[in-house]
């Protein structure tokens, strides 16, 4: 599969907010969704790669969007450091 498009991105994130967002929230913070943006067809699993594989084993090649359920970002880039003034 190439790399994800922005029209990939578009539905399924429209259909992550429209019908999965409430439920899949309540049940399921901090685990990963892959959608079929084509279907809305979706599988959760505590990684991204096990959602992908879940949902390619039960409907075929897709190429999903997946988001972190319950999280603004599916991670989290760079780091904060804690540093103490010198004595």
């Known amino acids: 599969m190439g790399a994800i498009t922005e029209a990939v991105v578009r539905r399924g994130r429209e259909i992550y907010q429209r019908d999965l967002r409430a439920r899949l929230e309540a049940e399921h913070h901090g685990r990963f969704a892959a959608i079929d943006p084509d279907t809305g067809d979706f599988q959760v699993a505590d ?40 004595s």
Request: proline fraction near 8%; avoid cysteine.
């Open 47 to 86: 990684d991204e790669l096990s959602a992908v594989r879940l949902l390619r084993a039960r409907i075929g090649p897709v190429q999903p969007y997946v988001v972190r359920i319950g999280a603004r970002a599916a991670y989290r880039m760079g780091a904060r450091f804690r540093t103490e003034s010198p």
